[in-house]
């Protein structure tokens, strides 16, 4: 995402598209703390601002249109295997791709976990209709 017109015109596509938004819940943390400064840190934390301010823009924009906006817990998605659910125990920061030990089901790491955040999305009861 390169700047503000740009998040806005995928947040309208995406909601345009599905009636059920889910997002991973963001633990964003103190942008203000003191000695945040070092480099790997200053980085995190401008990826977790430019997710919290696409996610709050889905969030307003679903609102608005009366789409369903879930956060889904965050814990493992990226570790747990999409099609059989084990959860790896290692460390992943080092490759891209999701291989399962158990079922040995591979996917792009990424792929894998936003199908975990979607499964968990569904989970969510449907909204009331309003009225
Ligand atoms: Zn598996």
Redesign the pocket.
Known sequence: MRNRNECHQLTTAIVRKYQKIAVEKLAIQNMSRKGGSRKRGLNRSMMEQTWGVLFQQLRYKAEWAGRQFIEVDPSNTSKT??????VRKEKLADYRTFV??????TEDRDVNAAKNIQERGWEYPAQPKAG
């Open positions: 295997c999409s099609r059989c659910d084990e399962c030990p158990s079922c040995g089901h």
